[in-house]
């Protein structure tokens, strides 16, 4: 019986791909790449532009820096008024004393250079040569006196001028160190106030539509845009005295009511509210100040900007938006 040949075995060869198979995976790596990519993008921290409320909280600290300075910048100034007042007082008052004295120390120069000069006059000579019994002793202890008299009157003029003289350095001296003082403070302001401007600059005009009012483009806190949009949102509710909300105010009832949805208390009186922040200039205010009226400060309504505001207006006329010029402006305050 014939015998079969052993089977032979081709050598192991690795399976071939199709070209479409080879087309997908490299997709996919390229895929996944692009994605691990984006995670890496998504993770790298970003640097957002800072926000009002951010950029018045740098403000506000280089504020507390400056208010200190100028109180002291005042107060330097102030007493650097009063000193030089009182060395131009002094110099007043040191010039008939210098005079007098310059007279009497003439007239002491003039007796001295004639008795040099001529010798004793006739009268002291007749005096020497007088042979009446107590006339020469008499008159002798009168030139004495005259001469004493004299003497003690230039001293006197001399005292009070000298006395003069050492007030006046005294206060040179005072007024030469306040005018340092003044100008290192100076200096001090200058710089803080370059950087309150440099922050300023940064601060980013925020767009609200707030219904019931005029559409807002400024500078606004997050506080103050809440303070807004819900004041605003009180257009056409009634006037009550003595009203805090939420459906009737008075005026320090409506600001009080807006800026406690933002979380900030105000007193329901004008002139505590008065207190209750920050005073800036007209130029400076921004939308959410609160704006007052009167030198009583009577009145006070929410600052939208461009001259007008919302507020509470009187008995017979509801919230309303109207301008800040038909009242006497008594200023405005930041709260936020």
Sequence with gaps: MATMPPERHAPSQPPVRPAGTRRVVRRLLTLVAAVAVGAGMLTAPAHAAPSVDEIDAQIDK??????????????VRSQLKVNKKKSADLQKKMVPLELESALAMNKV?????????????????????????????????ILDRLADDQRK??????AVRDKYNKQKQKLDALIATELKQEKDLATKKKQIDSEIKRLTAMLPVTSIRPAGCPAIDGVVSSAARTAIKTACAQVGDPYVWGATGPNSFDCSGLTQYAYKAAGISLTHFTGAQWNEGRKVSRSDARPGDLVFFGSDLHHVGLYLGNGVMVHAPRTGKPVQVSSIS???????????
């Design 62 to 75: 280089q504020w507390e820096k400056l208010e200190p300075t100028i109180e002291q910048y005042n107060k």
């Design 153 to 158: 009157q230039i001293a006197g003029v001399l």
């Design 109 to 141: 120069g003039d007796i001295a250079a004639r008795y040099y000069i001529q010798g004793p006059s006739q009268d002291l000579g007749a005096l020497l040569v007088s042979t009446r019994p107590g006339t020469l002793a008499e008159q002798l202890v």
């Design 326 to 336: 038909t009242q006497p402006l008594a200023g405005f305050v930041r709260v936020t």
